[in-house]
């Protein structure tokens, strides 16, 4: 796991990118991953993004203790987005009708739309970003509080990009499997990808 926080100008400036393109800072941060991701796969047509979802629409969910979330498809249909901006709105389209239809199951879907990734490691590449403070618990006299709790040594999923935007930083954490990538790669790639986001609030002014 691979965590480090970007403190300069560009938390104030993501914020004002999404204010100026009439979105949120989850979809600039999409856009940004999703053009990341491209450039370090070397592709240039669509990159299919799996977005962790709450999975609690239904108001019976809300006060359910436990995890029920599970992840929804976005595609970044990169080629037909001329510029950044262009991309931050074709996802934010693709955002909300995503989330329309969350409480169908990722494995569901798979099955359906790629049969042969049924049994396999799916995704393989999960993007989440926290933009809710953490809930507080009201045990009366009880002083609590919550923080992370980070399961070492088991990787869910090839990469698992959490995302925690404020006000005055931005938080990254790459957790990644070891069988497949060094220690050096993940630094490099947190590296490049502040350098992408850097650029990506430059490029939606």
């Known amino acids: 796991m691979h965590t480090w926080t970007i403190t300069d100008d560009t938390p104030a400036r993501l914020a004002g990118t999404a204010a ?8 600039v941060l999409a856009a940004t991953f999703a053009t990341w991701l491209a450039d370090l796969c070397g592709e240039r047509g669509d990159i299919v993004l799996a977005a962790s979802s709450a999975n609690r629409v239904p108001r019976d969910r809300s006060e359910i203790v436990g995890i029920l979330g599970d992840a929804v498809l976005l595609r970044a249909r990169l080629s037909e987005a001329e510029t950044f901006p262009d991309l931050v709105s074709q996802l934010r389209t693709t955002l ?8 169908l199951p990722l494995t569901d879907v798979v099955s359906l ?13 999960l993007f989440t970003v926290i933009t ?7 045990l009366q006299e ?7 709790l980070p399961v070492q040594g088991v990787a869910r999923n090839e990469l ?3 995302i925690a935007p404020q006000a005055d930083t931005i938080t990254v954490t790459f957790k990644y499997s070891t069988d497949l990538f060094t220690h050096e790669t993940v630094e490099a790639w947190a590296g490049s990808f502040t350098q992408a986001l850097r650029s990506a609030v430059d490029s939606g002014s």
């Open 20 to 27: 100026r393109l009439g979105t949120t800072a989850y979809t």
């Open 96 to 103: 909300f009708t995503a989330l329309d239809h969350q409480e």
């Open 113 to 125: 739309v790629s049969p042969e990734l049924k049994d396999a490691l799916f995704p393989t590449v």
């Open 142 to 148: 009880v002083l609590t509080t919550i923080r992370a």
């Open 132 to 138: 809710t403070e953490p809930p507080s618990l009201n």
């Open 160 to 162: 698992y990009v959490v």
